[in-house]
Structures are given as C-alpha cells and as structure tokens.
C-alpha cells in the first residue's frame, strides 16, 4: 500500500473492542517506534506498556481528555528523556510514538494519543507508574481494536503552502 493512503487511512479512536492485542502485533509496533529517527541517533525515548485494567482506569481519571484509556486493552507510554538530548527529545520521542502508531494502524489496530507532557496531572501518572525523575511522560496512547469508525479533516493544502518565499494568502 501506498504510505499516503496508509497516512490518511488513520483516525484517532476513542472506542474499543475487549479483543487483546496479539503480541507479535505488540512487538512490531514497539519496534517501528525504535526505528524512528532522531538528532544525532540519540534515540531519547524509552517505552511502557500497561495493560492492567486497574490502572488503565486509574491513568483514565488522572486525564480530563484520555478517558479511552480506561477502555483500550493496551496502552502505549513514550517517556523521553531531556538527559539524552536537551533541545530535542520531545520531537524525537514523538516521531517515535507516531511511527508507533501508523504501524499499529497499518496492522488494522486502532490508537489515540492523549498528550501529558507539562500537564497538572504528569507527576501524578510518574508516580503511580514508579517513573524515575529524570523522565518525562510525554503522552498516553490508547492501543487496541477499534469499536468506533471516525472521520476528519485538515485544512487545504494552499493555505499552508508557500512557495519560494513566504507569501501571505
Ligand atoms: C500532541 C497531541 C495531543 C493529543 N491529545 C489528545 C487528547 O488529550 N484527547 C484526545 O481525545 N485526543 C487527543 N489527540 C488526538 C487529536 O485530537 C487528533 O489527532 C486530531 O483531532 C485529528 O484527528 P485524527 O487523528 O483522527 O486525524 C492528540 C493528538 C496529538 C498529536
């Protein structure tokens, strides 16, 4: 398939089937989040993955907007460490949770990132997770089979192309 029509295939999804992920799929998605790049192949980003119900719920009422989380037989935690690359960690950790997430779509598996990091609610996912300090929680992202189709939209492409020099419109 074609990568564009796999990219605009995808929707965020916020209803899920019970059916567990199998771990083989599991696997292919962390590994295309492993393969992302990254400045200078710093690779700033380190994964976990919770699937006990009691905390998905638990992670559920600590997020105004990723209440899904508590539904989703998988989650999927990027942490990216300001350690490893100071200016760029937090673009490089969610160009890996994006790879994540079109592998996890190209394998008929529904996500939907709920974004924490400079959140009230971060230190509260840190500690009910046990994340060392120096890591920081950049989102929650719901992994499982979708229950739900979605549809969306993006701005035209001429509004947000200039060409040659910057033009106003
Ligand atoms: C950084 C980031 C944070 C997001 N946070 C949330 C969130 O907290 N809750 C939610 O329901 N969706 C969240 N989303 C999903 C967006 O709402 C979604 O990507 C957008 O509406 C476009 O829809 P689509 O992904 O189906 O194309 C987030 C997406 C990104 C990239």
């Known amino acids: 398939m074609d990568a564009l029509e796999l990219l605009k295939g995808r929707r965020s999804i916020r209803k899920y089937k019970q059916t567990p992920i199998e771990p083989e799929k599991l696997e292919k998605c962390l590994q295309a989040a492993q393969w992302a790049p ?41 942490l990216t460490n300001p350690q490893v690359h100071a200016k760029y ?9 994006l790879q994540f997430m079109i592998e996890a779509h190209s394998l008929n598996l529904g996500t939907c990132w709920a974004g924490v990091i400079g959140t009230d609610f971060e230190p509260k996912i840190k500690e009910l997770l046990k ?19 979605r549809s969306s939209k ?16």
């Not at 960690?89 to 949770?97: E, F, K, R, Y």
């Open 38 to 78: 990254s400045a200078s192949n710093k690779q700033p980003w380190e994964f976990l993955i919770v699937t006990d119900q009691k905390i998905r719920k638990k992670l559920a009422d600590f997020h105004p907007y990723g209440k899904f989380v508590a539904a989703s037989p998988v989650v999927f935690i990027p």
């Open 89 to 97: 960690h937090q673009s490089d950790t969610a160009l890996a949770t």
């Open 154 to 169: 993006r701005k035209p492409l001429t509004s947000l192309v200039h060409k040659e020099s910057y033009s106003l419109k």
């Open 131 to 149: 994340i060392p300090e120096h890591l920081r929680v950049l989102a929650l992202v719901a992994v499982g089979y979708a229950d739900e189709t």
